[in-house]
């Protein structure tokens, strides 16, 4: 499979991942005549999907959680929190299921690198991003050597780390451009207001709870609410940290579009030390493929490919199916293992520079 612009959408392309759009299932894996819903697609945000195609055949995409736990612990996430919104209650008792699901699924991973594609829509963002810094959490728990119990309670107050924007005026938490002074102050106030809501749940743990609180404090001691410093920072929140900022830069906003992989990637690199803690930023960079397979790239001798596979000792560099030339000219179909061909980069990733994309037929 290969995840193609809805605007790209051909006759001979079949669904390879089903969409759902607020938890319910829109178009089912295997559905063909794409292109008929394009428009839909694009005016409900969705702007990629996977396909299977004559040029994707035989390319997997390994995800770190099965389709089925990431939709249904969508669905229990916005239960408990429109309940919450509704009655200031929190009630675990379905939404501890979600969690332990994501945990099993999780502990099962045996991918070194792995991708995570939740194709939403950018309306939706709250509970994707909550469930996908969820997943990125625990990537990094596990590799801290987390047993079962730990990982819950890291998921927990992932899951749950932005309930205090529930609390938080819309037309603030999603103003298009920058905010003001005041504004920021006031969205500042989204750690406490969650941390105060979750005390009064009494399944949650502490350890749970404070994650609420200080995820947005940094290492350098920038952060806020309260600018501490690093040792006085539970792994807990440090790591929830990493997840957050990876999830939200590689997440379309209502603001902005996502960054690509590499580029954001990059980013928590530049950040190590400073803001973000090095060793917790390198338990999710060896995890995560930064050329995630299916995604089209732009090589340095001027052809364009699919990434077929990855090389794990080499994450920068996979295995690329030529499909074209970078005129757009389609050519016999090879592949270039990047490992060996070391003269040969990748220029670009397709969600990087759509406008020039855009000229491409495939
Ligand atoms: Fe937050």
């Known amino acids: 499979m290969r995840l193609v612009s809805v605007s790209k959408l051909k006759p001979d392309m079949v669904l390879a991942r089903s969409i759902y759009y607020r938890d319910c299932l829109i178009l089912k894996e295997g559905q063909t005549e794409l292109y008929r819903y394009a428009n839909r697609l694009k005016n409900i945000g969705i702007e990629y999907v996977y396909v299977e195609d004559a040029f994707s055949e035989g390319i997997e995409v390994s995800d770190a959680i099965r389709e089925g736990t990431r939709v249904a612990c969508k669905r229990l996430l916005r239960n408990a929190i429109e309940n919450f919104s509704n009655n200031s209650t929190l009630d675990m008792s379905e939404l501890s299921q979600g969690i332990n699901n994501i945990v099993d699924d999780i502990l099962k991973i045996t991918d070194v690198q792995v991708s995570l594609s939740d194709i939403c829509s950018a309306d939706d963002y709250t509970?994707?991003?909550?469930?996908?810094?969820?997943?990125?959490?625990?990537?990094?728990?596990?590799?801290?050597?987390?047993?079962?119990?730990?990982?819950?309670?890291?998921?927990?107050?992932?899951?749950?780390?932005?309930?205090?924007k529930v609390m938080i005026d819309k037309r603030i938490l999603c103003k298009q451009g920058k905010l003001n002074k005041e504004e920021f102050e006031y969205i500042k106030k989204h750690t406490l207001l969650g941390y105060e809501a979750l005390k009064k749940c009494r399944q949650i743990t502490e350890l749970s709870r404070v994650i609420a609180l200080h995820h947005h404090e940094r290492m350098d001691a920038t952060g806020y609410p309260y600018g501490l410093p690093a040792g006085e920072l539970h792994e807990f929140s440090r790591i929830v940290a990493v997840a957050d900022v990876y999830d939200a830069l590689t997440s379309n906003r209502c603001y902005r579009n996502k960054w690509t992989t590499v580029g954001a990637v990059n980013h928590l690199i530049e950040c190590s030390d400073t803001k973000l803690d090095t060793n917790l930023v390198a338990a999710l960079i060896q995890q995560i493929a930064i050329y995630p397979n299916g995604s089209m790239v732009h090589l340095s001798n001027n052809y364009i490919g699919i990434v077929r596979e990855q090389n794990r000792s080499m994450p920068f560099r996979p295995i690329v199916r030529v499909i074209a030339d970078d005129l757009g000219h389609e050519v016999k179909m090879f592949e270039i293992d990047l490992m060996k061909e070391l003269s040969i980069t990748i220029l670009e990733t397709e969600i990087e520079r759509s406008e020039k994309w855009s000229l491409f037929d495939f």
């Open 127 to 164: 509970f994707s991003h909550s469930v996908s810094a969820t997943v990125y959490s625990l990537l990094i728990g596990k590799k801290m050597g987390y047993n079962k119990a730990m990982l819950e309670k890291l998921a927990t107050g992932t899951l749950l780390h932005d309930i205090g």
